[in-house]
């Protein structure tokens, strides 16, 4: 089977080429429409066909998945309608994922994966902070020295701040006031949960890019239900360290007859809310060449006028659900949003997206040349899974059969950054704090010149004991090729 079903008429079915998976996608539309139905058939059909998947769950609702579904009147009906009579019921080979590790096993970045181009926007730093960061980062990664969690980031910090002085010809002004103030935005993190999310193990994207026994592609569901009241910009921030991630480490392999990996991501517009242009550009050429490496990108918003134009134009599959036209405003954006479809002459688009039914969609997809296909109304297909959340006691039985229960379920603290930095400081420090109090020039140069002397010790310590200097790729995580 070279397509998947998303739904259909009594007429035909709307179906996607597993072929144009690659060219990304896009479900839309009001609260309550039925957008996480269609993510979850979505899901299913991808990993039915061999395709991992990873999706983002903001309710829990998508643990159903882990379940299977049940026979219903209305199911029966939606089945009737369409004409699948090959549908059965089932539960797909999912692994839960939860920052906290409590509604599923942990999953972790180090402060080096992530970079200083992701962090100063978690962060909502200003220019000079930015600058302050990328040259921490810098130092770091010239001497290739791994920072791993808040303590690194932080002794890194404070490290180069004392080293003001000597680092100023070579990376600029480093004011303590800078640093101060990316200390206070730490602190507020800290209380948000960054904590729990950075540190080792760190995620190993082979564990997510797998498949069971039986050939079907691994459903990864990230819960986000605490994560994303608690810190959107952190939610959105791990988002776009595994965009960046699985950008990296995949090869490029050109069109294939199906997607290596499919992402899901829910709440898209949280992803460029407040980002600078340069995040928001670099984010639009990740999703135009990760198809060249066989990868399909699904954006889930309220309104499609949520992801930037750029990035929108990129998307060949549209799953378009009601929205509602209660004021001029909604009335324009439901005529903005009908216009990007192919215009289909049985129908008006902007008229039937406001009259649309739960579980209904106007679909558009590519054509085997990869041309946008007329937009059609469409039934969505019945899930083979559950409906509904997974109970407390099935998401549990699912977590103790996780594969990789063992290998994420204890944090790790190895020598990196906040170690190496205080051992080098304390066997470097005493030998050259003689002061022969001589005058006022001479001290000034001799303050001068322990520093100095100070910072490259604990850089070549550092560099002797790590290895070479570290890439970073597009979003600023480190290049592992």
């Known amino acids: 089977m070279d397509s998947i ?20 996608g896009l479900i839309a539309g009001a609260t309550g429409t039925g957008k996480t139905v269609t993510l979850q058939v979505l899901t299913e059909q991808f990993s039915a066909q ?20 049940s026979a219903h009147p209305k199911i029966t009906e939606r089945l009737n309608t369409i004409g699948l009579s090959h549908h059965h019921f089932a539960a797909a080979p999912v692994v839960f994922w939860d920052v906290f590790g409590k509604l599923g096993q942990p999953i972790r970045a180090t402060v080096s994966d992530i970079g200083p181009l992701l962090l100063a926007n978690l962060l909502e730093l200003n220019d000079t902070q930015t600058g302050v960061l990328y040259a921490c980062f810098k130092v770091a990664d010239e001497n290739g020295l791994l920072m791993l969690d808040l303590d690194d980031l932080k002794a890194m910090l404070k490290f180069v701040s004392e080293q003001a002085g000597s ?20 602190l507020i993190l800290e209380e948000q949960g960054i904590a729990a999310f950075l540190g080792e193990p760190a995620l190993d994207l082979n ?55 499919a992402l899901f991501f829910d709440e898209a517009h949280l992803l460029f809310a407040g980002a600078p ?39 060949g599959l549209k799953i378009q659900h009601a929205l509602r036209g209660f004021s001029a405003k909604d009335r324009k954006t439901i005529t903005a949003v009908a216009d990007n479809f192919r215009a289909n002459p049985a129908f008006d688009s902007a008229s039937v997206i406001a009259e649309l039914g739960m579980g209904e969609a106007l679909i558009s997809t590519l054509d085997a040349q990869g041309r946008p296909t007329q937009v059609a109304r469409c039934l969505i297909a019945p899930p083979m899974s559950r409906i509904g959340p997974a109970s407390d006691e099935e998401r549990e039985e699912q977590m103790c059969r996780s594969p990789h229960r063992q290998k994420y379920s204890q944090s790790i603290n190895r020598e990196s950054a906040y170690e190496l930095l205080a051992k080098t400081a304390a066997t470097t420090m005493p030998e050259n704090q003689q002061d022969t109090t001589p005058a006022h020039s001479s001290r000034t140069r001799q303050r001068q010149g322990i520093a100095e002397s100070f910072f490259k010790s604990v850089t070549r310590a550092i560099g002797s004991q790590i290895g070479r200097q570290l890439v970073r790729g597009v979003l600023g995580s480190l290049f592992k090729k």
């Open 5 to 24: 079903i998303l739904g259909g008429t009594a007429q035909q079915y709307a179906t996607l080429d597993l072929k144009m998976a690659n060219r990304h």
């Open 50 to 69: 061999g395709v991992p998947v990873f999706l983002v769950d903001v309710k829990g609702d998508l643990s159903g998945l882990a379940c299977a579904g």
């Open 167 to 186: 680092l100023q010809g070579q990376y600029g002004n480093i004011s303590s006031a800078s640093v101060g103030a990316i200390m206070r935005r730490l």
């Open 207 to 261: 564990d997510m890019l797998s498949c069971d026994l039986s050939g079907r592609g691994l459903v990864n569901i990230f819960n986000v239900s605490q994560l994303i009241h608690r810190s959107p910009k952190l939610y959105a921030t791990i988002l776009l360290w595994l965009l960046s991630e699985v950008f990296e480490a995949l090869p490029e392999v050109g069109d294939l007859a199906k997607p290596k990996f």
């Open 277 to 315: 242009k340069a995040l928001v550009e670099k984010i639009e050429q990740i999703v135009r060449l990760i198809r060249s490496k066989a990868v399909g990108v699904f954006f889930i918003t309220q309104s499609p006028l949520d992801i930037p134009s750029n990035i929108a134009g990129q998307l």
